[in-house]
């Protein structure tokens, strides 16, 4: 199978690249490329020209994630594309599934009249194709069943999501709350995340609850985590959202600061944006920081839903290390003891709940960490709320500015090495 020869992000680079060129209405064709990320934009239309000769075919698509597609017309887009494929490649590596070849699509091509005149091999198997030269496809059986996040979303904001529809299969760990588990979800066979929390409320309430959860459906930015739905059983809801392959940020231990600085970024944007829609997240802290082998950072478990808070509340013990002092001394909560917790939650070595209600601000041991970092968590943890650097002035500084480069592929090496790791301690299955 493909999938046995692919090893580790930086190694998947130097191994068979499968395409499968999409033909209108007609199927598609595989082809399959020994020389991976230097194949040429050039080669690529070489190839279609084979594949479609009465057309003029002068690029191509890919559909990313949402399903949206994106046009490939030079070698720099192409190499964006393969950064893009080999990092869902790790991802269904993680999970177990089964590889799918690159889908392309040629642009501005006729329907093209016969076929298959230059002798090309029918594959009619379900994988991935292991011939060299292109080879047509029929049913394409694994593809089409497959349905898109953007598809996905629209099935599950339909109010489709129930407890019979979901396998749950592994823990991914307990908070205050609940419980969070690696789902199946069995309509459009994506995995999910599911929190599970117990909760001894009347059905008002439960009511209360689902229609403050609506506005999640709302929440449309790349740095939150998608959410697919809720429905509560007997006594208990649960939450569909997302998964992420990479898992919250506690679980990492030392994070090195260029790649620190890349989730800062997604972090402060993800918080921007939901201020945005006048949201305060009130629960920043690492272990609702969630990455992926793609790269993304996500915030999750804000809170959208007060009488969520209130009920999980009720059965909450103690205080969490991450809080503003102003909360914890019982005063009003804004979008600065948000900005509190994002300083404290990049700042190793936490000090002791006490030290921060009692005495000065912490500071990071100097030395090791570069000056605009130290500036920026010491600014985000100033003990005054106000003088806490406002959402623009976040955005603006320089430790955020320096990072801001868009290069998700220093975070997915970063997660999947790590990964690899945590899977080589693990001893083999
Ligand atoms: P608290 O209840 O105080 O918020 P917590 O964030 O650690 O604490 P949960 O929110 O219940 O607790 O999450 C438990 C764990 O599940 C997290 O630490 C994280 O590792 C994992 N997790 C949560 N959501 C996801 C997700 N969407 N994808 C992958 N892992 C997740
Ligand atoms: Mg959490």
Redesign the pocket.
Same mark, same amino acid.
């Given at each position: 199978m493909l999938w046995l020869a692919f090893g580790p992000f930086h190694a998947m680079e130097n191994q068979v690249l499968v395409i499968r060129i999409k033909i209108p209405n007609r199927g598609a064709v595989d082809w399959t490329v020994t020389s991976g990320p230097q194949l040429l934009f050039r080669d690529v239309l070489d190839v279609i020209g084979q594949v479609l000769p009465e057309a003029t075919t002068t690029a191509f698509e890919y559909e990313d994630e949402d399903g949206d597609r994106i046009t490939v017309r030079s070698d720099e887009e192409m190499k964006a594309m393969l950064s893009y494929y080999y990092s869902t490649v790790m991802e269904q590596q993680v999970n177990g599934q089964l590889i799918e070849p690159l889908q392309i699509f040629p642009r501005a091509c006729k329907p093209p009249g016969e076929r298959n005149i230059h002798g090309l091999k029918v594959n009619t198997r379900a994988g991935p194709s292991q011939h060299s030269s292109p080879a047509v496809s029929d049913a394409l059986p694994s593809n089409s069943l497959k349905k898109s996040s953007a598809e996905l979303k629209k099935i599950l904001a339909n109010g489709q999501m129930n407890e019979q529809d979901i396998r749950y299969r592994d823990t991914? *760990?307990? *908070?205050? *709350? *609940?419980?969070?588990y &690696?789902a199946y979800h069995v309509p459009s066979g994506k995995i999910l995340?599911v &929190?599970v929390i117990l909760l001894d409320i009347t059905l008002e309430l439960q009511k209360q609850i689902m229609s403050e959860l609506e506005i999640l459906y709302k929440c449309d930015s790349s740095y939150i985590?998608g959410f697919y739905g809720a429905f509560f059983v007997e006594n208990r809801i649960s939450i569909c959202?997302?998964?992420?392959?990479g898992?919250?940020l506690?679980?990492y231990r030392k994070i090195p600061e260029h790649v620190l600085g890349r989730i800062a970024v997604a972090v402060v944007k993800g918080l921007t944006y939901l201020w945005s829609l006048k949201i305060l997240h009130r629960?920043v &802290?690492p272990?609702?920081m969630?990455v992926n082998t793609r790269g993304q950072v996500k915030l999750?478990?804000f809170g959208v839903s007060t009488q969520l808070v209130n009920s999980i509340a009720k059965t909450y013990v103690g205080t969490?290390a991450y809080m503003a002092p102003e909360r914890i001394s019982g005063e009003q909560y804004g979008i600065h003891s948000d900005v509190w917790s994002l300083g404290i939650s990049f700042m190793e070595p936490l000090q002791l709940l006490q030290c921060i209600v009692d005495e000065d601000s912490p500071v990071l041991p100097v030395g090791e960490f570069s000056e605009p970092f130290v500036h920026f968590i010491t600014q985000c943890m100033r003990k005054q709320p106000k003088e806490r650097p406002a959402p623009e002035e976040l955005m603006g500084h320089p430790f955020i500015v320096q990072f801001n480069d868009g290069n998700a592929a220093v975070v997915s090496m970063w997660v999947c090495r790590a990964l690899e790791e945590r899977r080589g301690q693990q001893g083999p299955p």
């Amino acid at each position: 199978m493909l999938w046995l020869a692919f090893g580790p992000f930086h190694a998947m680079e130097n191994q068979v690249l499968v395409i499968r060129i999409k033909i209108p209405n007609r199927g598609a064709v595989d082809w399959t490329v020994t020389s991976g990320p230097q194949l040429l934009f050039r080669d690529v239309l070489d190839v279609i020209g084979q594949v479609l000769p009465e057309a003029t075919t002068t690029a191509f698509e890919y559909e990313d994630e949402d399903g949206d597609r994106i046009t490939v017309r030079s070698d720099e887009e192409m190499k964006a594309m393969l950064s893009y494929y080999y990092s869902t490649v790790m991802e269904q590596q993680v999970n177990g599934q089964l590889i799918e070849p690159l889908q392309i699509f040629p642009r501005a091509c006729k329907p093209p009249g016969e076929r298959n005149i230059h002798g090309l091999k029918v594959n009619t198997r379900a994988g991935p194709s292991q011939h060299s030269s292109p080879a047509v496809s029929d049913a394409l059986p694994s593809n089409s069943l497959k349905k898109s996040s953007a598809e996905l979303k629209k099935i599950l904001a339909n109010g489709q999501m129930n407890e019979q529809d979901i396998r749950y299969r592994d823990t991914l *760990g307990h *908070g205050n *709350g *609940g419980t969070v588990y &690696k789902a199946y979800h069995v309509p459009s066979g994506k995995i999910l995340a599911v &929190k599970v929390i117990l909760l001894d409320i009347t059905l008002e309430l439960q009511k209360q609850i689902m229609s403050e959860l609506e506005i999640l459906y709302k929440c449309d930015s790349s740095y939150i985590i998608g959410f697919y739905g809720a429905f509560f059983v007997e006594n208990r809801i649960s939450i569909c959202t997302e998964f992420m392959d990479g898992g919250s940020l506690d679980v990492y231990r030392k994070i090195p600061e260029h790649v620190l600085g890349r989730i800062a970024v997604a972090v402060v944007k993800g918080l921007t944006y939901l201020w945005s829609l006048k949201i305060l997240h009130r629960d920043v &802290k690492p272990s609702n920081m969630l990455v992926n082998t793609r790269g993304q950072v996500k915030l999750c478990d804000f809170g959208v839903s007060t009488q969520l808070v209130n009920s999980i509340a009720k059965t909450y013990v103690g205080t969490n290390a991450y809080m503003a002092p102003e909360r914890i001394s019982g005063e009003q909560y804004g979008i600065h003891s948000d900005v509190w917790s994002l300083g404290i939650s990049f700042m190793e070595p936490l000090q002791l709940l006490q030290c921060i209600v009692d005495e000065d601000s912490p500071v990071l041991p100097v030395g090791e960490f570069s000056e605009p970092f130290v500036h920026f968590i010491t600014q985000c943890m100033r003990k005054q709320p106000k003088e806490r650097p406002a959402p623009e002035e976040l955005m603006g500084h320089p430790f955020i500015v320096q990072f801001n480069d868009g290069n998700a592929a220093v975070v997915s090496m970063w997660v999947c090495r790590a990964l690899e790791e945590r899977r080589g301690q693990q001893g083999p299955p």
